[in-house]
């Protein structure tokens, strides 16, 4: 694990515990604001740092880090509605981290 994957794991937890308080915990359409909270900052700065960072860690920051929100979710009994978010979250980090990249990658070659 380098620099760059612990500190994605750091922003990302940073932005859970700040946006945390902010959405409820129930409904797909909550999940995937709460998935856009989270992810497309971090998509955003890896792309707008260019090719210094390292794609590969912030997508593995970020599956590391809703696998270990799910596991803890599970370990303190919290009840998962359904497989659709699940799945739905998964799908969405993906597209979030993209979109975030892709924006960020365009507002830095406009410098």
Excluded: C, H
């Excluded at 604001?33 to 890896?46: I, S």
């Amino acid at each position: 694990m380098n620099l760059a994957f612990w500190r994605y794991l750091l922003i990302l937890s940073l932005l859970f515990i700040f946006w945390g308080d902010f959405f409820d915990s129930g409904g797909t359409l909550n999940q995937l604001a709460f998935n856009f909270a989270l992810f497309y900052p971090v998509g955003f700065l890896v792309g707008y740092r260019g090719k210094s960072e390292n794609l590969v860690s912030a997508y593995i920051a970020a599956f590391l880090f809703n696998l270990l929100s799910y596991l803890i979710a599970y370990l303190v009994e919290f009840p998962i509605e359904s497989w659709l978010i699940v799945v739905a979250d998964f799908t969405s980090l993906v597209v979030y981290l993209n979109i975030g990249i892709y924006v960020g990658r365009r507002a830095q070659s406009k410098e």
